[in-house]
């Protein structure tokens, strides 16, 4: 089995621990294990987020991890992905139901619009299939207890790529922190962000939906909110969990 590195700070169940799916973010070869083990299937349900060129662009230094299939509902965007990354036409898929029915992946990694993360991990729940999104989980409360719900329901894991929270500079950060280095830390001040989708160049599929309130809810509120309450809820979780920063 592959070896996985801890669940970030937001989980610290145990049984959840021994059977997380962090390898979707950090993909970990296990070289403790003298014989070859088969690679973690995986498979991508959606293109419309730009996060997902840089997993495919680092895929190919990972041979422990395969990727099965794509599922979008439009053939342009596979075709342009296909081009830059030489993907095989057999990758894809129109329905993300008929690409787990037949490749099977023990996880799934999406892409999508903020506001689809819910149909889309309903769907792999119904399959047994464990999902990965990225941050935030969705945009509203009633998505997220419904998530919560189905997780349960079907016993799956869903784990939410908060991306700053394993940048080695924060992790450092973290470290002088917790060690004591700069004495006690009463208040946090995070300063975090970029010129704007637009001003950087995202590609259109990504701005489309990140301008638009139904498919984004809050935006850079919600997006940057996010990963600035993981990094800093990260020594509260710590402490109540009994573990050490990693």
Not at 19 to 35: D, E, G, T
Not at 48 to 64: A, I, T, Y
Not at 214 to 220: F, S, Y
Request: aromatic content about 10%.
């Amino acid at each position: 089995m592959p070896r996985f590195l801890p669940l970030p700070r937001t989980f610290c169940a145990p049984a959840l621990r021994r059977r997380l799916l962090v390898a979707l973010v950090f993909f970990v070869s296990c070289s403790c294990v003298a014989q070859q083990t088969p690679p973690l299937r995986v498979a991508v349900v959606g293109l419309e987020h730009g996060h997902v060129e840089g997993f495919l662009s680092s895929l190919p230094q990972h041979s422990d991890v395969q990727l099965v299939g794509i599922a979008d509902s439009d053939p342009a965007l596979f075709a342009k992905y296909q081009r830059r990354f030489s993907l095989a036409e057999t990758l894809f898929y129109r329905s993300e139901a008929n690409m787990i029915e037949k490749t099977h992946p023990q996880a799934v990694l999406v892409y999508t619009s903020i506001a689809e993360h819910r149909p889309a991990i309903e769907i792999a729940a119904q399959y047994g299939v464990s999902v990965m999104v990225e941050k935030p989980l969705t945009i509203s409360l009633d998505d997220a207890l419904a998530i919560r719900r189905t997780a349960r329901h079907y016993n799956i894991h869903v784990l939410v790529n908060y991306e700053t929270t394993w940048y080695a500079s924060n992790h450092a950060a973290f470290g002088e922190a917790w060690g004591g280095q700069i004495g006690e830390v009463r208040r946090v001040e995070i300063h975090d962000g970029h010129q704007g989708p637009k001003e950087i160049g995202v590609p259109p599929e990504f701005f489309n939906w990140l301008t638009d309130p139904a498919k984004n809810g809050a935006g850079a509120l919600y997006d940057f909110g996010s990963d600035d309450s993981a990094n800093a809820g990260r020594d509260s979780v710590d402490r109540d969990c009994g573990t050490e920063p990693r």
